[in-house]
């Protein structure tokens, strides 16, 4: 069964210092994998994905993750903080079945302090 | 082109009742998933359907059902409501082709139940 670990349920940073949220997955075929923000009392916002294409994936609003399979992982990072970051941010899994479900981790609250 | 879009936003019902939600996808897509968040549980996959049909099934009692109609949009209802029950119900959206795996959510109906 597939499973993702998000390590810190909570994460505070500066603004401008660099963005690192953390995500381990498990996953017994090639994983898809995703990053979603949730901002407060909204859906989720994609924010980048990796399918097996370049390893180092950029998505929207200048947050990237690398995908390393020798440490099944997939963290999420931001050079620099703004404080229009502050949200909650959700890593995914999907298998290459042909089903759309994503297991989701518990979820990382970035805090952006002034 | 128009987002995701569930009715009704807030619902407030009492234990033992019923209740539906509806979803309707982004203009083209044929899938339709369904995800429950607590605080407690995080995201959980209920159900998916594509093109009509239950594709995919997560861990959930069968007093938690769904369909699909021919134009995409979907609905899933819960049965004799419980406390546990309450949670933010959101709803994605996707080509559904393999490959495609870029889930579109809405802003999801936040269900209390008292």
């Known amino acids: 069964a597939q499973s993702v670990t998000q390590l810190g349920s909570h994460v505070s940073v500066s603004e401008g210092a660099l963005v690192l949220l953390r995500c381990n997955y498990s996953?017994?075929?090639?994983?898809?994998l995703f990053w979603y923000v949730q901002y407060p009392n909204q859906g989720l916002q994609l924010l980048l994905k990796?399918?097996?294409?370049?390893?180092l994936v950029k998505g929207i609003n200048g947050f990237e993750a690398e995908f390393k399979k020798s440490e099944t992982s997939f963290h999420l990072t931001k050079p620099s903080a703004h404080m229009s970051d502050a949200a909650e941010y959700f890593c995914?899994?999907?298998?290459?079945?042909?089903?759309?479900?994503?297991?989701f981790g518990k979820g990382t609250k970035l805090t952006v302090n002034p | 082109k128009a987002g995701v879009t569930q009715t009704p936003r807030y619902l407030i019902k009492t234990r033992g009742q019923q209740v539906t939600l509806s979803c309707s996808p982004i203009?083209?897509?044929?899938?339709v998933s369904w995800y429950q968040q607590t605080p407690g549980q995080g995201l959980q996959f209920l159900f998916e359907y594509f093109s009509e049909t239950q594709r995919n099934k997560g861990n959930f009692p069968g007093r938690f059902s769904g369909r699909q109609f021919s134009n995409s949009r979907s609905e899933m209802n819960v049965s004799t409501l419980e406390l546990g029950d309450s949670a933010l119900y959101l709803c994605a959206s996707s080509h559904g082709h393999v490959g495609s795996r870029e889930q579109f959510f809405g802003p999801g109906t936040r269900l209390t139940v008292l």
């Open positions: 203009s083209g897509h044929r899938s």
């Open positions: 995914a899994v999907s298998d290459s079945s042909g089903s759309e479900k994503l297991v």
């Open positions: 990796y399918t097996s294409a370049a390893t």
């Open positions: 996953s017994s075929v090639p994983p898809y």
